[in-house]
DNA sequence: CAAGTTACCTGACGGC
DNA sequence: TGCCGTCAGGTAACTT
């Protein structure tokens, strides 16, 4: 599911519900995710304390306890965190479960496991940033993330401009869904080489992937298969999709028909008009 | 060392 | 109806 509007959907969603809550009681389906859920150092430093916000880095939400401690959810690609009465039924796949001093739960359910939970003791945001996100590249909002950073990184790279775009120790938080989209926006092929991007194609492609990102928060997200915000609503930007899931069907602009082809392994959607190399 | 491949896991869907 | 192969929003550990 989730990419980094997604993630900051639910991390706005929960916050209400999180922020200033106390947890009473943490629960866990015993079942390992795409690492092992360190349970017994989570209860023993969570339980009882206090939540002071929830923030985000890359696609990853940070749970920030009173005494520092920060509680790291990833949603891998099946993960949903939402809130919930203590007597609504149990899911399939919830995996944690945590009751607030306000009466409600957050509940953590990921079908496919590919999620992960992490807890880092004592943690400031630059102790983090040095470690746990240290391989993590800038946020894609950032002053840091420019076009002359990114045709920087790029230097000589022989890889498509697609998956470079996709890789998350260059930029943070652009997945499959937001890449094909954004490439299209720009009308950049996504085979095209990172490394024959000029300063002026950049800025024009980090322009195209702030507004898309952006634009898809405010549709709360999309949602393909699975999608809930922390509320349980499904996202509705997935009605402005231009190409991704799109094959063979015209393009908005030219009425081309739109290509599927995987690159880097991944379905990727383009109009082959009006995306150049 | 950059770049390509595989593994992690469940479920939905299409073809036969 | 059901069996089988393929594919899915992510990431990191592999191999080449």
């Known amino acids: 599911m989730p990419e980094l509007p997604e993630v900051e959907v639910t991390r706005r969603g929960l916050t209400p519900f999180i922020q200033q809550k106390r947890i009473t009681q943490i629960r866990y389906s015993g079942k390992k995710l795409r690492t092992a859920v360190p349970f017994g150092m989570i209860v023993q430093r969570l339980q009882g304390k206090?939540?002071?916000?929830?923030?985000?880095?890359a696609k990853y939400l940070l749970f920030i306890s009173e005494t520092g401690d920060t509680l790291i959810i990833h949603l891998g690609m099946t993960g949903k965190l939402g809130i919930f009465e203590p007597s609504a039924p149990l899911a399939v796949h919830d995996h944690l479960i945590f009751s607030l001093d306000s009466g409600m739960q957050m509940r953590f359910n990921d079908t496919r496991r590919f999620g992960s939970v992490t807890l880092l003791t004592n943690q400031q945001s630059q102790v983090m940033e040095e470690t746990f996100f240290?391989?993590?590249?800038?946020?894609?909002?950032?002053?840091?993330?420019?076009p002359e950073y990114l045709k920087k990184r790029a230097g000589k790279t022989s890889q498509a401009i697609k998956i470079f775009i996709m890789n998350s120790s260059i930029v943070a938080g652009v997945g499959n869904i937001y890449a094909n989209e954004s490439l299209y926006a720009a009308g950049i092929h996504p085979a095209a080489k990172a490394s024959g991007l000029g300063l002026k194609r950049w800025q024009n492609l980090l322009t195209n992937i702030r507004e898309i990102?952006?634009?898809?928060?405010?549709?709360?997200?999309?949602t393909i298969s699975d999608f809930l915000n922390a509320s349980g609503q499904q996202g509705y930007f997935q009605a402005n999709f231009k190409v991704y899931g799109r094959e063979n069907q015209p393009c908005p602009a030219c009425m081309e028909l739109i290509k599927k082809e995987t690159i880097g392994g991944r379905a990727s959607y383009f109009c082959p008009s009006c995306q150049k190399r």
């Open 134 to 146: 240290r391989t993590t590249g800038p946020e894609p909002f950032s002053p840091e993330c420019s």
């Open 50 to 57: 206090k939540i002071l916000k929830v923030e985000r880095r």
């Open 213 to 222: 990102l952006l634009w898809a928060i405010d549709c709360g997200g999309s």
